[in-house]
């Protein structure tokens, strides 16, 4: 069974940084990419970016480019999301995800979920 744990979220104030960790437990072999998304309050959940295990292939949302940096640990099984210059409009539950397709598109094509970690952005 493939296990996903966030942590890493918290309190900062705007133009900070922060920086978010997914370690993926049972999942390396049988999953071939990890995408974070997010979700604010009244809103539906959004993508943020994915990676791919074996040659580190990135996809940003238009939001978070230039700014959110993903990369990940295969020895450790982790992927993280380094966020900076974060504003009050990035205030949300970040998740991450792990597929078995090497490029998803839809959050549907994710097979497992992490509980999600909170990061509130003060201004």
């Known amino acids: 069974q493939v296990q996903l744990v966030e942590s890493g979220g918290g309190l900062v104030q705007a133009g900070n940084s922060l920086r978010l960790s997914c370690a993926v437990f049972?999942?390396?072999?049988?999953?071939?990419?990890v995408g974070w998304f997010r979700q604010a309050p009244g809103k539906e959940r959004e993508f943020v970016a994915r990676i791919t295990w074996n040659i580190g292939s990135t996809v940003y949302a238009d939001l978070v480019k230039g700014r959110f940096t993903i990369s990940r640990d295969n020895a450790k099984a982790t992927v993280y999301l380094q966020m900076n210059s974060l504003s009050p409009e990035d205030t949300a539950v970040y998740y991450c995800?792990?597929?078995?397709?090497?490029?998803?598109?839809?959050?549907?094509?994710?097979?497992?979920w992490g509980q999600g970690t909170q990061v509130t952005v003060s201004s």
């Open positions: 049972g999942g390396t072999f049988s999953t071939n990419t």
């Open positions: 995800a792990a597929s078995r397709l090497r490029a998803p598109g839809r959050s549907q094509e994710y097979d497992y």
